[in-house]
């Protein structure tokens, strides 16, 4: 028989009286480094794949956010290029065809002077002015924008709701289904502009019929997600509620808060008119190039320049050789659709809210096809 007796230092083997079994003397250092090397080379062992799968997931996932902060990076990039090309191009149209820009720029003054600013100017500033004076959190959130863009026209309901964002009195989803049905027109710009447009005031009363029909119709799809816009709907039904961020306090100083409201409805008539000049410029470009003479289908030219603004558009429609039903048809679309103008207006007005210019697109889209369907019904029924 032999014992073994361990040391911090060396193994020695020692002879002893023999015995019917064997004893091993373990030194205690000895035992428990032996023992923590056994259970480290276990545990390498055991979880060494799993660990470099995590090692492993992290830098894939590392990589992943990496390519796609990266692809993100050259979309904005790519986007950039384009539009800073559009506008060289743009410029580069008007330097090279002064006459025309000149004549798009005047047009669209006059119009601005003529059918704007006597309609939507007073009403910015009395919507401001109740804004900074009263106290609006009393009022319906629901009713508020729709009765401020039928009084006031494009773009008061987008102005309105994203006030009401931006101060915290609706949530962004509860913006978004107030926004679907209080981007309206007035009944003043239909019955007599659009009616003057095409010749006969039952149908422009048909044409109004319609646009608020669709605006409603346009708010029921849209409310609690039943139309998405790319962000998740809330679940909650629209209510009242008190504000989350710290709204400006009301001011009893009324002659400055009159002040205040008369500067920010013409910073919103400079908007609208800068606006009403680029596409009246435009229009104005596309045509002297021939890109609306390579139609030869008037009526289809009059709709393309509706989509771009409406005013335009509607005008043209009414000199279209067509009947007064197909008139009203395409009057009802093109004035509740707007046009690129005025979801760029709405857009403008909704800034640093959250409503961008995609959900107003999207709703301003489906709008005008609802009521284009209503003006449909409508004409069967009703002798124009």
Not at 4 to 21: G, H, L, M, N, W
Not at 195 to 216: E, K, N, T
Not at 261 to 286: E, Q, R, S, T
Not at 295 to 318: F, H, R, S
Request: with cysteine; proline share 4%.
């Amino acid at each position: 028989m032999c014992v073994v007796a361990f040391s911090t230092c060396d193994y020695a083997i020692k002879p002893e009286r023999e015995e019917k079994f064997c004893k091993i003397h373990l030194e205690p250092a000895v035992f428990l480094h032996w023992l923590r090397k056994l259970i480290a080379e276990a545990v390498c062992v055991r979880f060494r794949g799993r660990f470099c799968a995590i090692i492993f997931s992290r830098t894939s996932n590392v990589f992943l956010t990496a390519k796609y902060a990266c692809s993100m990076r050259n979309k904005k990039l790519l986007l950039n290029k384009i539009v800073v090309s559009a506008a060289a191009c743009f410029a580069l149209a008007m330097i090279v065809f002064p006459e025309v820009t000149e004549e798009g720029a005047k047009m669209a003054i006059i119009l601005w002077l003529n059918a704007i600013v006597p309609v939507l100017l007073p009403f910015f500033i009395f919507s401001d002015f109740i804004k900074s004076s009263g106290d609006l959190a009393k009022l319906p959130p629901r009713i508020y924008p729709f009765i401020m863009g039928f009084l006031s026209g494009y773009p008061m309901g987008a102005k309105v709701t994203g006030d009401y964002v931006r101060e915290g009195r609706l949530t962004l989803d509860e913006g978004r289904a107030i926004l679907s049905y209080s981007m309206v027109t007035g009944p003043a710009f239909i019955l007599f502009t659009v009616g003057q447009f095409i010749g006969s005031s039952r149908a422009a009363a048909l044409v109004a019929a319609a646009h608020y029909a669709g605006a409603l119709a346009n708010g029921f799809f849209y409310r609690q997600g039943r139309i998405r816009t790319g962000r998740k709907a809330a679940a909650k039904p629209i209510t009242s509620r008190k504000p989350t961020t710290p709204i400006t306090p009301i001011k009893s100083d009324y002659m400055e808060n009159f002040t205040a409201a008369i500067l920010g409805g013409f910073k919103a008539m400079a908007i609208i008119l800068a606006y009403l000049i680029v596409f009246y410029i435009g229009i104005d470009l596309a045509s002297r190039a021939g890109l609306f003479a390579a139609i030869d289908n008037k009526t289809v030219c009059a709709c393309l320049k509706g989509l771009l603004e409406m005013t335009i558009g509607t005008n043209q429609v009414g000199m279209c050789d067509i009947g007064i039903e197909y008139k009203t048809v395409l009057a009802a679309m093109l004035v509740s659709f707007g046009g690129l103008s005025v979801a760029g207006q709405s857009a403008s007005m909704t800034r640093n809210s959250g409503l961008g210019f995609k959900d107003i697109l999207l709703m301003k889209l489906t709008h005008g096809m609802l009521a284009a369907i209503f003006a449909i019904l409508l004409t069967r029924f009703v002798v124009l």
